[in-house]
């Protein structure tokens, strides 16, 4: 409430400086909102009684977001309400409030925020301030923010405060408090002799520092935790190449048993891309690199950091029932992607030509090995182990071979042709303690037909097959869009594979939804199928589920 009075201050201290019809004509007031409701009902098959959400039966997530600008000025704040929050999202969301509260003063050289923000330095290895709706996911800072840019191509940044803890108030005895500041100078803006240059240079570096009292009865805890990075992006002709490394002194805490080792983050990109052709490849490394502002946290809540993901981000129903999940404690991998346009009017581009895309990725553990002769790996207290920095693990977390056509027919008809074979680490990824890697080949055909340049009917046609886990599945999806108003829907994932005939269940969903210019509301009963979602590597677990939701959002 305070910090709503202050802003409510700050605009009509501005406002007495301006006369009436001035504040009137500069002022604007823009936002969005969102509701996405819930309602449950037993389903015996999937074995789901009225206590889903602890006897209720409905799940309700909203949000409002609200911004007001006058010139340099700006200010706003986020209402939230979780009445129940939906299945899925973590319990300690219940609640309504306004989580998020800010104000901005910004000129073309400087700019002052106080209240709420998000930011981030670089890849976000040290520093990552975000939300993610779907994930019911948010780390915001609350405190202060200064950007300044001096001279055109340098940028500088510096941020105090302490994170978001779902409805939780700041106590100095509880999470701490982050601080972090981060540079960037761009050459080709800086220096005139290479502003047309045929190399393009950028570097970046950060420092973020993390102060949390010790209240550790057993362990003598660092109560400052820093971490360090630096970062480049160079340009050559049609070649791109970035990278960062990042450097954390010892964090003990509850992600990684409260080792005593420092955190190392990798990550190295090259592209190049010319008419017809786009590679892509990456490589990384995470290395005890959990980075939190309170240790004895674990899950979904108080990184300061963000480790990206490496993997193809799935979108189909089948596809993504294996999405891999980031592991901060140890991780090394590599990405290569190929995109191809194969040329039109010829026998295999056919008259509109063909898009050919190969994706391949692997995750392994980082090797471990003891630290010293008297204690073992990742034993609580000690400096947890040693490891060759680019020395790949033997345990497999997650392979993935993804090949992708994309085809024009005629002025009518288009297709997407997708293949996956999958390595899946469910004992690693879900927790499921002694469970054998999936191995999964997945077959998806998108095709859609247009009647007129406003009617469309889109089809999937999907298949999984595995021994591992639930077996085999087939889903099949049919959608009807009347643009720019209408869809319909209907879908069915079948588990016809699996071992357990009681468990070959049809997960079927019916959805229509309207949209009239900025606003959107959708319907949809039917089946929820347990599994997770994620996001850019960060996951939540989704129960099964079933009856009806709807979504209404809208931005003005």
Known sequence: MKKTLLTITAILAIGISLNAQEFLEKSEVHGS??????????????GITDSLLNGKNFGFNAFADIIYTLGDFSAGFRYEAYAPPIAGFDSRLEGQGFPYLWATYA????????????????NGLVLRTYQEWTLGYDNSINGVRIIAKPVKGVILKGVYGTQRFFWNKWDKNGRGIVKGMDAELNFNDVFASMTDSWLSLTLGGSAVSKYQVDNDPSLKLPQNVGAFAGRFNVGVGKFNFTSEYAQKINDPSAINNYIYKNGQGFIL????????????????????????????????????NYLPALTEDHIYMLASMYPYATQANGEIGFQFQVNYKIPKDTWIGGKYGTGLSINFSQINDIDKQKANDTAGIDQRGTLGYKSEFFKFGKVIFNRDLTIGINRKFNK????????????????VVLGHTGEPNVLANIAVVDMTYKFTSKKALRGELQGLWTKEDKQDWAALL??????????????????????????????????FGYTYQTTRIAVTYGRQREGV???????????????????????F
């Open 33 to 46: 909102f969102e509701t996405d409701g819930m309602f449950y009902q037993a389903d015996n098959d999937l």
């Open 107 to 122: 000129t073309e050289k400087y700019s002052f925020t106080v209240g709420n923000f998000y930011e981030q330095f670089g």
């Open 269 to 304: 990109t090259g592209s190049y891309s010319t008419a017809g052709l786009g590679l892509f490849a990456m490589f990384k490394r995470y290395d005890n690199m959990s980075y939190k502002s309170d240790q004895s946290v674990s899950g979904n809540a108080l990184d300061i």
């Open 412 to 427: 009518n008809l288009k297709g997407i042709f997708t293949f996956i074979n999958q390595e899946y680490n469910q004992d």
């Open 478 to 511: 049919l959608e009807y869009t009347v643009s720019p108003h209408w869809f319909f829907s209907v879908a069915d994932q079948y588990n016809y594979g699996n071992d357990i005939e009681a468990n070959r269940l049809h997960y079927y969903t019916g959805s």
């Open 533 to 555: 979602v994620c996001v850019g590597g960060v996951c939540r677990q989704v129960p099964a589920s079933n009856g009806f939701s709807i979504t209404l959002s809208s931005n």
